[in-house]
């Protein structure tokens, strides 16, 4: 009896009693991870990486946006606790038609959007092919133009961060992917990485740490995805045409997509908010990110 009480009590004030978690197999029969918790407008959290997995985002600032909205969280295909397809699609067409079938199977009419990172040109997908599926999207640190956010800033800083200076992309006798990973091995190898993300060098040791529950951990996605060419599309040039309403979250030191990053967006309807931190501001910048999202949900009447 005390716990029907609980409940109903828990229901009476608009809280979630308990997650859900289940398996929801897309039209080409891949098994994707989704979870279910909060209460409010629903909204499904796109991860970055690619193939970071919503894992990280939900435990570090789940708690914040479930007193908000209803939150789904998904691990996309090929990635975390998620099955990988068989010919090997992740197409920007086939990601976005996977959010879509999600939204379907759980009853949603629309749903809000909130991604990090790559998820920006997800998101940009996703509106692009289901352009009445989202009612807002919230970018948080968005690349929306890889190369842009190479030659602009990753480049440029993590040579300065190994004490040289980058000929640029125009002069570089390297493939973009292949100075990344040159750039990038060389960063590991000098214990300097984190400081493409982080303002803090214990909060990378923190975050990797939350990887140690899933020792089955599927990278598919992120050793495959850049073998598509629309992800380099430069998506920066459609944000003109968008008109549902953006929080554009951006910040002083985020060297992955670039401190300037943002001057190049022209969303018509859009909330930019500047912060002084690095890329993951879900666990580094908590209270700027908050108050970010709290605003935006304000102006556009994001309640239920």
């Not at 979870?35 to 970055?48: A, N, S, V």
């Not at 606790?81 to 086939?94: T, V």
């Not at 990378?204 to 050793?223: C, K, V």
């Given at each position: 009896?005390?716990?029907?009480?609980?409940?109903?009590?828990?229901?009476?004030?608009?809280?979630?009693?308990?997650?859900?978690?289940?398996?929801?197999?897309?039209?080409?029969?891949?098994?994707?991870?989704?979870?279910?918790?909060?209460?409010?407008?629903?909204?499904?959290?796109?991860?970055?990486?690619?193939?970071?997995?919503?894992?990280?985002?939900?435990?570090?600032?789940?708690?914040?946006?479930?007193?908000?909205?209803?939150?789904?969280?998904?691990?996309?295909?090929?990635?975390?606790?998620?099955?990988?397809?068989?010919?090997?699609?992740?197409?920007?067409?086939?990601?976005?038609?996977?959010?879509?079938?999600?939204?379907?199977?759980?009853?949603?009419?629309?749903?809000?959007?909130?991604?990090?990172?790559?998820?920006?040109?997800?998101?940009?997908?996703?509106?692009?092919?289901?352009?009445?599926?989202?009612?807002?999207?919230?970018?948080?640190?968005?690349t929306l133009f890889l190369e842009d956010s190479f030659c602009s800033s990753w480049g440029p800083k993590a040579s300065e961060f190994l004490g040289e200076t980058y000929v640029g992309c125009e002069k570089d006798s390297?493939?973009?992917?292949?100075?990344?990973?040159?750039?990038?091995?060389?960063?590991?190898?000098?214990?300097?990485?984190?400081?493409?993300?982080?303002v803090e060098k214990e909060n990378q040791a923190i975050m990797d740490a939350t990887y140690q529950g899933f020792p089955n951990w599927n990278y598919d996605l992120g050793n495959n995805v850049f073998n598509f060419e629309?992800?380099?599309?430069?998506?920066?040039?459609?944000?003109?045409?968008?008109?549902?309403?953006?929080?554009?979250?951006?910040?002083?030191?985020?060297?992955?997509?670039?401190?300037?990053?943002?001057?190049?967006?022209?969303?018509?309807?859009?909330?930019?908010?500047?912060?002084?931190?690095?890329?993951?501001?879900?666990?580094?910048?908590?209270?700027?990110?908050?108050?970010?999202?709290?605003?935006?949900?304000?102006?556009?009447?994001?309640?239920?």
């Amino acid at each position: 009896m005390k716990k029907i009480i609980l409940v109903l009590l828990l229901i009476g004030l608009g809280i979630s009693a308990t997650a859900e978690e289940k398996m929801i197999t897309t039209s080409d029969g891949v098994d994707l991870y989704v979870k279910i918790e909060g209460k409010g407008k629903p909204c499904l959290y796109i991860h970055g990486g690619p193939g970071s997995g919503s894992f990280w985002f939900e435990e570090f600032f789940g708690d914040f946006m479930e007193e908000h909205f209803t939150m789904i969280y998904l691990d996309q295909r090929g990635v975390g606790r998620s099955g990988s397809p068989k010919n090997g699609d992740y197409s920007l067409e086939r990601m976005s038609l996977d959010f879509e079938e999600i939204r379907q199977e759980l009853g949603y009419d629309s749903w809000l959007s909130i991604g990090h990172s790559f998820a920006g040109i997800l998101q940009m997908g996703y509106f692009e092919n289901y352009p009445k599926a989202q009612d807002g999207m919230m970018m948080i640190n968005c690349t929306l133009f890889l190369e842009d956010s190479f030659c602009s800033s990753w480049g440029p800083k993590a040579s300065e961060f190994l004490g040289e200076t980058y000929v640029g992309c125009e002069k570089d006798s390297l493939s973009l992917m292949e100075r990344i990973s040159k750039l990038g091995d060389q960063l590991r190898e000098k214990d300097l990485f984190w400081k493409m993300a982080y303002v803090e060098k214990e909060n990378q040791a923190i975050m990797d740490a939350t990887y140690q529950g899933f020792p089955n951990w599927n990278y598919d996605l992120g050793n495959n995805v850049f073998n598509f060419e629309e992800y380099w599309n430069k998506y920066l040039s459609a944000t003109s045409d968008i008109d549902i309403p953006v929080l554009f979250f951006h910040g002083t030191k985020d060297w992955m997509v670039g401190p300037e990053h943002y001057k190049k967006v022209e969303f018509p309807n859009v909330l930019f908010w500047q912060y002084e931190g690095g890329h993951i501001p879900f666990q580094e910048n908590r209270e700027d990110l908050k108050k970010a999202i709290l605003s935006y949900k304000t102006k556009y009447n994001f309640s239920i």
